[in-house]
C-alpha cells in the first residue's frame, strides 16, 4: 500500500466516522466540530484527487463560516433541546416510514445507474502544462464566463440588501446612529472641560 492509498482510507475513515458522530451526538455543539472535523478530512480527499480548489473552499466557506457559525449561534442561543426531544416517540413511526421510502429510492437509483461508455471515451480539454487547478479555473471563469460570474455577484447583492430591508425596522426607544450627525460635531461639542480642585473630590453633578 503506498502512501496515497493509506491517506486515502484515514481521509475516507475519519469523514465516515465524524459523519456518523454528527447524527448521534447529543450535544449540538459536539455534532458541530464534528461536523468541522469532517469538512476537513473531506478537504483532504479533494487534495488527493488533484482538485485543490475545491478542498480550499472547502476549508474556507464551509469551515471557515458555515460550520463556524453554527457553532456560535448553538453556543450563544439558550435552546431547551429537551423539550425538542419531548414526543419523540410517537413521530418515530412516520420518521421511519420516510426513511425507508428513501432507502428504497436511493437503492432502486443505484441499480439501474450505469456508466455512458460514450461518455468515456469523449475528449476532454487538458490543462496547459505549468498551470494548477486553481489558475485553469479562474482563466476560464474570468474570460468565457465573466458575465455570469457577475451577474450571479449581483443576484447575490441583491439578496442581501433585501434580507437587510426586509429585516430592519424603526423600533421606539432605541438610539441609533446618524453618520452626517456626528461627522458635523465640532471639539466644543462632543468635549467638555472641567477644573477639579486639588484633594476636593468630584462634585455630585460631574459623577
Known amino acids: 500500500m503506498n502512501a496515497a492509498a493509506a491517506f486515502f482510507y484515514l481521509f475516507a475513515g475519519v469523514t465516515v466516522a465524524s459523519a456518523f458522530m454528527v447524527v448521534t451526538s447529543r450535544n449540538p455543539v459536539h455534532s458541530v466540530l464534528f461536523l468541522i472535523l469532517a469538512f476537513v478530512n473531506?478537504?483532504?480527499l479533494f487534495v488527493l484527487l488533484g482538485a485543490e480548489f475545491l478542498a480550499m473552499l472547502l476549508v474556507v466557506v464551509y469551515?471557515?463560516?458555515?460550520?463556524?457559525?453554527f457553532l456560535f449561534v448553538v453556543m450563544m442561543l439558550d435552546v431547551d433541546f429537551a423539550e425538542f426531544r419531548q414526543g419523540f416517540l410517537n413521530y418515530l413511526p412516520i420518521g421511519a416510514?420516510?426513511?425507508?421510502?428513501?432507502a428504497v429510492e436511493l437503492l432502486m437509483v443505484l441499480g439501474a445507474w450505469a456508466i455512458d461508455p460514450q461518455l468515456v471515451k469523449a475528449p476532454v480539454a487538458a490543462i496547459p502544462t505549468g498551470m494548477t487547478n486553481t489558475e485553469a479555473l479562474g482563466r476560464v471563469l474570468y474570460t468565457?464566463?465573466?458575465?455570469?460570474f457577475q451577474a450571479a455577484?449581483?443576484?447575490?447583492l441583491v439578496a442581501m440588501i433585501g434580507a437587510i430591508v426586509l429585516t430592519l425596522r424603526d423600533r421606539k426607544g432605541i438610539k441609533r446612529q446618524s453618520v452626517p450627525a456626528q461627522n458635523a460635531r465640532t471639539k466644543e461639542a462632543a468635549m467638555?472641560?472641567?477644573?477639579v480642585p486639588s484633594r476636593a473630590g468630584v462634585p455630585e453633578e460631574m459623577a
Open 42 to 44: 473531506a478537504a483532504g
Open 192 to 195: 467638555e472641560v472641567k477644573q
Open 153 to 156: 455577484g449581483l443576484v447575490l
Open 97 to 102: 416510514l420516510i426513511g425507508f421510502i428513501f
Open 63 to 69: 469551515v471557515g463560516a458555515v460550520a463556524v457559525l
Open 144 to 148: 468565457q464566463y465573466v458575465y455570469y
